[in-house]
DNA sequence: GCCAACGTTGGC
DNA sequence: GCCAACGTTGGC
C-alpha cells in the first residue's frame, strides 16, 4: 500500500466534481509531466491518496483511492501520457492547508514543499498519518 | 495578475 | 549533449 498526492485546481475540476462522479470513479487526465506520470504508473489498485486544491483554497481536501491502473490518458492522442482513475472515499474533516503543512516540521521534507509543481507526488507513511492527523482523520485510512 | 521555479523544446 | 528560449504551474 502506497500513499499520493493528487493536486487539481478546483475551477476545472473541484472534490465536489470527484464526489459527485461516484464510486466509478474517475480517470485521472491531464497529466502532461513525466514525473508525475511515472508516480501513476507505479500505483496500485486500492492505494490511497491525498485530493489537493491549488490556486484556490490550497489545501487538502479529501481521501481518494486508486481504482484503475494507468492506462492511456483518453485525452490526448500522444501515446505517452497515462493516467490512473480514482475515486472519492470520504472528506477531510478540517482541511489541511499549504500553511499548515509548511509550519509542521515533521512535513518540512514533503513532496508538497519541495517539489512544488509536481502535480502527482508520491506520500511517505509518516506523512500521510500526520496529515490525517492535522485534518481530523484519527485513524488515518489505510 | 504577477512572477519565480522549473520542465520541455529545439538549434547548434 | 548543451543550453537558451519558451511555456506552464502554482503560490502569493
Known amino acids: 500500500?502506497?500513499?499520493?498526492?493528487?493536486?487539481?485546481?478546483p475551477d476545472s475540476w473541484s472534490w465536489d466534481n470527484q464526489k459527485a462522479a461516484g464510486n466509478k470513479?474517475?480517470?485521472?487526465?491531464?497529466?502532461?509531466?513525466?514525473q508525475a506520470r511515472n508516480n501513476m504508473r507505479?500505483?496500485?489498485?486500492?492505494?490511497?491518496?491525498?485530493?489537493y486544491h491549488s490556486n484556490e483554497g490550497l489545501d487538502v481536501v479529501g481521501i481518494v483511492e486508486v481504482c484503475a491502473?494507468?492506462?492511456?490518458?483518453?485525452?490526448?492522442?500522444?501515446?505517452?501520457?497515462?493516467c490512473v482513475d480514482i475515486r472519492a472515499v470520504k472528506d477531510v474533516p478540517n482541511s489541511v492547508t499549504l500553511k499548515?503543512?509548511?509550519a509542521n516540521p515533521k512535513l518540512e521534507k514533503m513532496a508538497l514543499v519541495t517539489s512544488m509543481r509536481l502535480s502527482?507526488?508520491?506520500?511517505q507513511p509518516d506523512e500521510w498519518k500526520e496529515v490525517c492527523r492535522m485534518g481530523g482523520l484519527v485513524p488515518a485510512p489505510e
Open 1 to 9: 500500500m502506497a500513499f499520493w498526492l493528487f493536486k487539481s485546481e
Open 25 to 34: 470513479g474517475t480517470e485521472w487526465t491531464g497529466v502532461r509531466n513525466y
Open 42 to 51: 507505479a500505483m496500485k489498485i486500492g492505494d490511497k491518496g491525498f485530493f
Open 69 to 82: 491502473l494507468a492506462h492511456h490518458d483518453s485525452s490526448t492522442e500522444d501515446p505517452r501520457w497515462e
Open 100 to 102: 499548515d503543512v509548511k
Open 120 to 123: 502527482v507526488q508520491p506520500v
